[in-house]
């Protein structure tokens, strides 16, 4: 009885000290790509669950929230141009095993000003931090430099992007943010992460799967062309050959 009664009374204590907890959602949890898509625009929402009650306790300073969206990972082949006798061609060229084919991210303020650069790299949070994986021995300024190409097309592509300040907190519970999803992304299984960050530190995350997924004729097309490549090929070949003809007729005819 004395040990229930001790427990009893020590468990505000125990709320008091345990951290809070996110409860995350996603406007959409799948996404669908036809002909005529030209993007997305994805809500990432949800609450903080502060121990004890709804409000942070007294003297803590206000929390940050980040969310990351990312695309399943892609073997990629960056090539470096130079330029000889006026003319561009393809100089030195690095494969990346595995790259996000899509990066992006939001937070309450720039990520710099939230955690350092060890918190940054842990948990990939910028685009600086972006843990590569390249498949050849370059030495470091090399390899820096091949990764920060890599990093330069994705961004101007707009499949990797940051928005500080894009996320919106309400009464340090509720919070909101808006991630743009382009017309060019992949398909597959996607992950928005949220992150909760206080004083440097993280303290809750949570994550949320996102399906992107192509529908109607472009959906068979793609099907057919994973179940069936061979067959694929064949029937694209010969609706060129077809193609071609077709248009050699018609310009004979006038």
């Known amino acids: 009885m004395r040990k229930l009664l001790g427990l009893a009374l020590a468990a505000p204590l125990l709320l008091g000290q345990a951290k809070p907890v996110l409860v995350p959602d996603v406007s959409q949890r799948e996404i669908e790509i036809a002909y005529s898509f030209t993007g997305a625009d994805l809500l990432l929402f949800g609450a903080i669950l502060h121990a004890g009650g709804s409000e942070r306790r007294a003297g803590e300073p ?49 990520i710099r000003k939230i955690v350092d650069a060890r918190t940054r790299a842990i948990y990939e949070l910028g685009l600086d931090s972006l843990q590569l994986s390249p498949a050849s021995g370059a030495v470091p300024a090399v390899q820096a430099r091949f990764d920060a190409g890599l990093v330069d097309l994705k961004k101007r592509s707009g499949l990797y992007y940051e928005a500080p300040r894009a996320v919106e907190i309400t009464d340090d519970v509720l919070y909101r ?14 992950t928005a992460e949220t992150f909760l960050i206080r004083d440097g530190r993280v303290l809750a995350a949570a994550v949320r799967d996102i399906d992107i997924r192509k529908s109607g004729f472009e959906r068979w097309i793609a099907r057919a062309a994973e179940r069936s490549s061979f067959l694929y090929g064949l029937a694209a070949v010969a609706l060129s050959v077809l193609l071609g003809w077709a248009a050699g007729a018609i310009w004979r005819r006038f």
């Open 177 to 190: 943010a808006r991630v743009n999803i382009p017309a060019r992304v992949p398909v597959g299984k996607f």
């Open 62 to 110: 206000p929390a940050d929230i980040v969310v990351v969206v990312k695309g399943p990972t892609e073997s990629v082949l960056v090539r470096e141009k130079q330029k000889v006798a006026g003319i561009w061609v393809n100089a030195d060229r690095t494969r990346y095993r595995s790259a996000p084919s899509f990066y992006a991210i939001a937070s309450s303020r720039p």
